[in-house]
């Protein structure tokens, strides 16, 4: 029981771990927090599923796909409702309600497009499930944690190795003297979009095919939590969400587990609550030091 | 090889820059000199791209920069060491050297540049795999230095190279700022230390409140009793 509700956890957490590292990735640069990442979210799911149904698709073709038009959604975000603000030197408060209002008019897009009822998501392959002694395993938990692992190596990779992600660290540490080596840093900044907003894409596809159903507001909570899990870990410190993301899916899986159903967003939460009540700066976030 | 005529630039609505002109020729090593808030930083901020000039005009070897952005004008070959040495606290030395060399795409030749700094300052070489947010400030100056020289500039511009530094420091950095215009970059140097900087530099301009007061030759500011007694300190 314990073993099958960690499992589960993990799966769950994988996906908010995928959609923390947006958060954490644009406030490591921008010191922006992005509201509008869960409806990012949401509607890379949607475009995944729309791409399926309507435009009959192949499964990998379409989910492909939609990171692609996803990321592209992350970088029009960014090029449209922030980088104008930028310029002006706007307060990041204007800017954190620009990413709100997207939020909305993004939800309120798919309704319209698409209905605002729930829609159920095409089981695509049927990989049924490994049974050990009781505890049931399916496959696809397998594919999705398997795949959050690849995802995440590659963009440690990304950001430790190539010269994009060296500048993309570079901006976030300095974005001035990034603008004196030669780097472009709005491109670093468009990048970053599509790199998050794809990532979420992923976590969307990934979990709209677990349940089975996707909705225009399903961004909404997961989109919080992915949110809580940047900050559990520390904002700004990539593997901090990665941490906070499983943290968060495994406890609030054991809190409806074990507690019960109804608490399984509240638990979320109290953790963030009381780890930030210890250790302010999450979990592996570091104090700012500054020399002279 | 610099030349710029009557540059007005702006904070905002505070006018930081009240029409400065001055010329720097190749191979010369030229310092500004003036009080804080005098708009030396500024100055060198809008050369480099950071700030836009408002009027007036900022040519590079006869092209106009005065429009052209921060990474543009690195490639055309002026590279700005910032005040404070705003060196990426959490990248290797290494890395760091690598970001001064972002805009360059001759692979090839980029060994002997990594080279020539760690010649330069053997500090470096030895700290290559250390984040720069551990160096000691004299060591991430030198980085800082070492990492503006990484985009093989024409242009090499030092905003208070010496600031928060040892004395003895001090005198290793100006040495080897006149090592590295002896070896061809063009230097244009801010100081706080005004007698040091007078005393490495060819010529000089004196700021104040946004505009040059003073022009001259290093030597004759040195001996000029305005300047003793405004910046030297006698």
Redesign the interface.
Known sequence: MLLQQMINGFTLGSAYALTAIGYTMVFGILELVNFSHGAVYMFGAFICLILITTFKINFLMAFLLSLVITGILGMLVDKICLYPLRMKNAPKVTSLISTIGVSIFLQNLVMLLWGSETKNFPMVFNLGTLNIKGFKLSYFQLVIMGTCIVLMIGLTLIIQRTKLGKAMRATAQNMEAAKLMGIHVDQVISFTFFLGAALAAVAGIMIGMYYQTVDPMMGFMTGLKAFAAAVLGGIGVLPGAVIGGLLIGVLETLAAGYIHAGYRDAIAFAILIGVLLVRPVGLLGKPVQKKV | MLVLSNVHAFYGNIQALKGISLEIKEKEIVTLIGSNGAGKTTTLKTI???LRPKTGSIQFNGEEIGNK???EI??LGI??S?EGR??????TVL?NL???A??RKDKAEMNGSFERIYALFPRLYERKHQAA?TLS?GE?QMLAIG??LM?KPKLLMLDEPSL?LAPLLVETIFQLIREINEQGTTILLIEQNARMALMIAHRCYVLETGKIVLADDAKHLLESDAVKKAYLGE
């Open positions: 480099a791209g950071l952005s921060a990474p690195v490639k590279s700005l910032p705003q060196v990426f606290p959490r990248m890395e690598e970001m001064g972002f805009s947010g400030g991430q990492r503006a985009s928060g």
